[in-house]
């Protein structure tokens, strides 16, 4: 029986998506589901019922100004998805209590890309943390 960790990698850029999707497979715990890199293609994508455990979720998904990963995690959240981690490079006090108001669980800078396996785990086990350096200790 397969008791890795499920997630589904929501990411419009397709050297992160392929680099994201690469590193995570090095994780024995951790499988890809399946991948999106748009809000459309993730909506579809769960509710084509594939088994999600955690979402991987790109903030912006078209150019730049737009926060339509919040969106996205906002429409997954009403169809039962309760763990979404949001991924990028913003550390805007404002986007990031968004991301949370919308129903992320923790929220990762890009630049830590080294902390998602174990962000991933933490959301599994139901655990909500925030990662934005530099955000942190700012405020």
Same mark, same amino acid.
């Given at each position: ?21 690469? *590193?995570?497979?090095?994780? %024995? @715990? ?5 991948? =999106?890199?748009? !809000?459309?293609?993730?909506? @579809?994508?769960?509710? %084509?019922?594939?088994? +999600? $455990? +955690? +979402?991987?979720? @790109? &903030? ?5 100004? %737009?926060? $339509?990963?919040? @969106?996205?995690?906002? %429409? ?6 309760? !763990? ?8 805007? !006090? ?5 991301? *949370?108001? !919308?129903? =992320? ?10 902390? &998602?396996?174990? =962000? ?7 655990? +909500? ?11």
């Amino acid at each position: 029986m397969d008791r890795s960790i499920k997630v589904l990698l929501v990411e419009d850029d397709p050297v992160w998506r392929e680099n994201l999707k690469s *590193f995570l497979s090095r994780e %024995q @715990d951790i499988t890809i589901v399946g991948t =999106a890199k748009t !809000k459309e293609g993730a909506i @579809d994508l769960f509710e %084509q019922s594939v088994a +999600v $455990d +955690v +979402v991987l979720m @790109d &903030i912006m998904l078209t150019p730049p100004d %737009q926060y $339509d990963g919040i @969106d996205t995690a906002l %429409q997954l959240r009403k169809l039962g998805m309760e !763990k979404i981690i949001m991924l990028t490079s913003l550390d805007e !006090k404002e986007v990031i209590l968004d991301a *949370f108001d !919308k129903g =992320a669980i923790n929220y990762i800078c890009k630049t830590s890309y080294t902390d &998602i396996p174990e =962000a991933i785990r933490e959301a599994h086990n139901n655990k +909500v943390a925030l990662r934005a350096t530099g955000w942190v200790n700012a405020y």
